[in-house]
């Protein structure tokens, strides 16, 4: 099975889990890494949008990688979306090219699990901040696995990074091996 991860943070130099994350993804077999902000900085209009549908094609199984922002996904992952995930591509007619690959979300958030609960301040958990890419999911056919989500993450020690690798890598974490 070949996995896409597709990379995103506005704020990659200051980040020490996205990091650690991206490294880990691009040293298993089978794993393709593409850091959105590496390949077009923050220009959000500046897609090679073949290369990116050629990329994705080749794909059984993308995961998206980014730190919650503002309660959403990050500005280039979305414009990415916008731009890569086409009508005529990804939906409408004859756009079936991501039908039938699987979607999951990892994530980071520099607030606790339970801010991300029915109880906690924002009063809504992961699944439910990450409705819209649930829903874009569906919507194009592809299969949405629920996220993993690592949390308070700002600040992070190595033996909290060194767990969140362990869990990118082990079943059922989306860069496990499949058979």
């Not at 943070?9 to 040293?27: E, N």
């Not at 996904?73 to 079936?96: D, Q, S």
């Amino acid at each position: 099975m070949k996995t896409l991860v597709i990379v995103s943070h506005p704020y990659f130099d200051r980040s020490s889990a996205i990091k650690a994350l991206q490294k880990v993804a691009g040293r298993v077999a089978g794993v393709t890494v593409r850091n959105l902000e590496s390949i077009y900085g923050s220009k959000t209009a500046a897609f090679d949008v073949a290369a990116e549908q050629r990329v994705v094609e080749a794909a059984d199984r993308i995961v998206f990688l980014f730190p919650i922002h503002w309660f959403n996904m990050t500005p280039m992952l979305k414009a990415y979306l916008n731009e890569v995930w086409t009508y005529g591509w990804a939906f409408g007619p004859n756009g079936t090219a991501l039908k039938g690959k699987t979607l999951q979300a990892v994530v980071t958030a520099g607030a606790s699990k339970h801010t991300y609960s029915a109880e906690g301040l924002i009063e809504s958990t992961i699944d439910e901040v990450l409705t819209p890419l649930k829903a874009s999911a569906l919507y194009v056919g592809m299969t949405y696995l629920p996220p993993l989500a690592f949390f308070e993450t700002t600040g992070v020690d190595d033996r909290a990074l060194t767990a969140f690798e362990q869990q990118l890598k082990g079943e059922p974490a989306p860069l496990a091996v499949a058979g």
